[in-house]
């Protein structure tokens, strides 16, 4: 019986050999291609002879498994496929490390294309007002050129040390690193400040703010950022406002997380509310008002702010809800378009952004509707 078996393999190679010589003549111009081709039983390398493998073509032999790495035409990967010692044959497969992922919100607000276009906000300068900026996170030391605390106490005067994830995570809506790994920024080569007007739970006060909209000014930004607010008004605060936007700096803030389920109270928050001040409303992926966002007359742009997928400390990452993830949408746009436009004053950067965005529907929700970067650029055009 043994012998019998060993006669039909001995057989079964030279009627092998046979259709190798007849491949072979097809072949001459054949090109080959990678495969991976495991043996059902003991590897036999011989067998791989016999179809006219030589050994310059075997790469690998795999020690647990019977398997070569190897390079084959497609006559020779068909002959082996229908050789009764043969398992699998199978072509070598494309892998790459699963790397970056896009946020929704990065393509909702047209990034993408004007990435595609060469323009990534590039010198544009961002001050993120909020809780800090985790600088040593993989996805954006690069890009995270300076900053200041507003506290002087041990825990909160790092600006760079985020102990709440809050503002590392609107950082990198508008500026994660275009690499192979985390997320991508709306703007993903501007430049970040950490300026940090929230303590590591998250509170500030007015006169926080308003010191960190002080040293946007002096410290030349082009883009203040305001994922926070407040229900109080404040003349002071509202000077402060005022002034950055007299003295050409773009101010971005979160309208609010107040609203109803009915979308139809007056809860935008302050500074949002400010006239000099963008209020942000948050859509999610279907472009409908998320629940949450408050909603008013004061409302001026939408922006995804659902399941916002961005950095947090300790080269982490995570998906977070608010109208703090809708503004940073916008101030990352408004930096895609005055990398583009560097003559716009804030004045018409803001006004190119209105006349820009997707109606939405009614305004007290979504304000003028969803910014879009593309086409904000090219109505300068
Ligand atoms: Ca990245
Ligand atoms: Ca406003």
Redesign the pocket.
Known sequence: MKKLLILLLVLGIVFSTGLVSVAANHSTSESSEEYLVMFDGPAEKGILHAFGVNNEKIFHEFNLKPVFHLELTSNQARGLQNHPQIKYVEKNAEAQAFG?TVPWGVPHVQSTEVHNMGQTGTGVKVAILDTGIDNTHE?LAANVKGGHSVFTDTANKDPFYDGSGHGTHVAGTVG????D????GVAYQSDLYAVKVLNNDGSGSYAGIAEGIEWSILNGMDIINMSLGGSQSSSILKEFCDLANDEGLLVVAAAGNSGNRGGNNDSVGYPAKYDSVIAVAAIDQNNNRASFSSTGPAVELSAPGVSVLSTVPGNSYASYNGTSMASPHVAGVAALIWGEHSHLTNQEVRQLLKDTAVDLGRSNQYGNGLVQAKAAIDFVR
Request: charged share 10%; hydrophobic share 50%; glycine share 10%.
């Open positions: 970056q996805d994660a690193i275009n690499n790994l985390g997320v991508i």
